[in-house]
């Protein structure tokens, strides 16, 4: 199992850039850089002159955000600058997010989002092959492509493309159109086994043969019981704030919890965050978390998810000592 390093949510490019070179000395496989408050691929092209090794990956970057010719441009640049290591991770990010904040369309998020990666492989299609461009859909049309404007291929192929996907039917896009899966951090054991790779053997006709999955895993790791307090409060939290979210109510209705997700959606638009915490009963933590000295928790993680996931990162919603991520990813990697 490869494990990767997570940015922090807040990082800047210089940070992230300082992430990624301490990321490949302690070992890991690769590192995630997810796109809250800077722009991913930016902060990846730091990273991509600052390391050798490790792979690159967007965590995600909101593809609803850009347009499939800006994606292509950014990400065949990155994947230049790094001589190949990058992953490109796209999500759709949520309706209020990309109307209000972004100030872009907004309508059937799966199928627009099958069609966006379908024309950025079509463009870089046109770069790589010097066909003409002709992509002509129902959100996208991209039929211009002149040789000023064209970088020709690139001399590391084009990157995989990952796909965030938690419902059945964006799975399934992934399943048709991706390399892989980036699941949430909000998922169970349960929810993978009996929704997410049944979908994803159905898009792909039955094989997932050369198809990756990644997830996130909510982990409580401290040094003593203090320590471990505060990493559960946090993990609960954290927990709660996704629960609240109605993208991700499948997973808690799969559990039979509906009427948390509904509780939960409710006390967040009252902002009663610290109720919301409290909300998170010790079953509901232990469908999506798992916890121990750093032995304990790579073993945990490996006997829950280890037929089932590539690679994984820690997902730790609270601060922690970083030798104690160092050390479980060392045991995880055997």
Not at 131 to 140: I, S, V
Not at 247 to 272: C, F, I, M, T
Request: contains cysteine; proline residues 5%.
């Amino acid at each position: 199992m490869q494990v990767d390093a997570v940015a922090e949510f807040s990082a800047n490019p210089l940070e992230v850039e300082a992430a990624a070179l301490a990321a490949e000395a302690d070992g890991y496989a690769g590192i995630t850089v997810p796109e809250t408050q800077h722009d991913a691929l930016l902060a990846l092209s730091l990273a991509a002159r600052a390391t050798e090794r490790i792979t690159l990956q967007t965590g995600i970057a909101v593809a609803f955000s850009r347009n499939p010719m800006t994606l292509a441009m950014q990400a065949n640049d990155v994947q230049l600058v790094s001589g190949g290591r990058l992953e490109l991770g796209l999500g759709s990010q949520v309706k209020a997010h990309i109307e209000r904040r972004f100030g872009m369309p907004w309508s059937r998020p799966a199928a627009r989002m099958e069609e966006f990666v379908s024309a950025v492989r079509a463009i870089w299609k046109c770069w790589e092959t010097g066909e003409r461009l002709r992509f002509e859909g129902e959100f996208y049309t991209h039929t211009l492509m002149t040789e000023f404007f064209d970088p020709g291929p690139n001399p590391h192929g084009n990157p995989p493309i990952l796909l965030a996907a938690v419902g059945e039917r964006m799975t399934e896009v992934a399943g048709r159109v991706s390399d892989g899966l980036l699941a949430h951090a909000l998922t169970t054991e349960s929810y993978l086994r009996e929704v997410t790779f049944p979908a994803l053997t159905r898009a792909r006709g039955g094989s997932l043969d050369g198809f990756a999955v990644t997830l996130p895993v909510f982990s409580v790791l401290g040094v003593d019981p203090q320590a471990r307090a505060k990493a559960e409060a946090g993990v609960r939290r954290q927990i709660a704030f996704y629960g609240s979210t109605p993208a991700y109510r499948p997973v808690l209705d799969h559990h039979g919890w509906g009427a948390l997700a509904e509780k939960l959606n409710r006390l967040s638009r009252q902002q009663a965050w610290d109720e919301m915490a409290t909300a998170i009963d010790d079953d509901v933590l232990a469908a999506f978390a798992l916890a121990g000295t750093p032995a304990e928790l790579a073993a945990r993680i490996e006997e829950r998810y280890g037929d089932l996931a590539d690679r994984v990162s820690l997902y730790t919603p609270y601060d922690v000592d970083p030798e104690l991520l160092t050390a479980t990813a060392k045991h995880l990697r055997g």
